[in-house]
C-alpha cells in the first residue's frame, strides 16, 4: 500500500509542475521493479516540441552549448514550435546528470549525440516531406559543422550558428 501511495503523490507532483515526459514514465517504472533508471531514460537525449498547427514549414534541431543546461533551450523551442516548425533538442552527454558527467565526455561521444538526435529529427522531416534545419549554439554550432564535415549523410538545409 505504501508504494502506491508514493506513486500517486509522485504523479501528482510530476502533473502539479507540468513534468510529464518519458522521463517520468522511466522513473516510474524504475521505481515499480525496484531499478534505477539511467541517466538517458530520465534526461533524453532529445526533447521534442511538434507543431501546434499541420502547416509545418521545417523540422529545426536545436543543440546547445558547452556548459549550458539544454533546458536552457526551451524558451527557443517553444517559440519555434508556435511559429509552424517541428522542434528536436539535443541533450548531450555531459550535460544531463551531474557535472561529474561532463569530465568523461569525449568528441565521439558529442558526435554521437549530435548524430542520433540528428537522425530523429531526420526522419521526421522525411515523414513530413519538409526540409530539416539547423540551430547551433556556440559549442552546439561547433558539433553541427563538425558532424556535417565528418558524416557524409548528414544533410541541413539551413543553418543558423551562434556564438556569444
Not at 500517486?8 to 534505477?36: C, D, H, K, P, T
Request: with cysteine.
Amino acid at each position: 500500500m505504501k508504494k502506491k501511495y508514493i506513486l500517486v503523490v509522485l504523479v501528482v507532483a510530476f502533473l502539479g509542475y507540468g513534468i510529464w515526459s518519458s522521463g517520468l514514465y522511466m522513473f516510474l517504472r524504475g521505481y515499480l521493479q525496484n531499478s534505477e533508471p539511467t541517466v538517458s531514460e530520465v534526461f533524453p537525449p532529445t526533447e521534442y516540441y511538434p507543431s501546434l498547427r499541420s502547416n509545418v514549414k521545417a523540422v529545426v534541431l536545436i543543440v546547445h552549448g558547452l556548459n549550458l543546461k539544454p533546458s536552457k533551450m526551451s524558451d527557443l523551442g517553444t517559440f519555434l514550435q508556435e511559429s509552424d516548425f517541428e522542434v528536436y533538442t539535443a541533450n548531450l552527454s555531459g550535460h544531463r546528470g551531474s557535472f561529474d558527467d561532463h569530465k568523461i565526455v569525449t568528441r565521439a561521444i558529442w558526435l554521437e549525440d549530435f548524430y542520433g538526435a540528428y537522425k530523429i529529427a531526420s526522419a521526421r522531416a522525411s515523414e513530413l516531406k519538409i526540409p530539416i534545419y539547423f540551430l547551433g549554439f556556440s559549442h552546439g554550432a561547433v558539433l553541427g559543422l563538425d558532424a556535417l564535415l565528418s558524416k557524409e549523410d548528414v544533410k541541413i538545409e539551413k543553418m543558423i550558428l551562434e556564438c556569444e
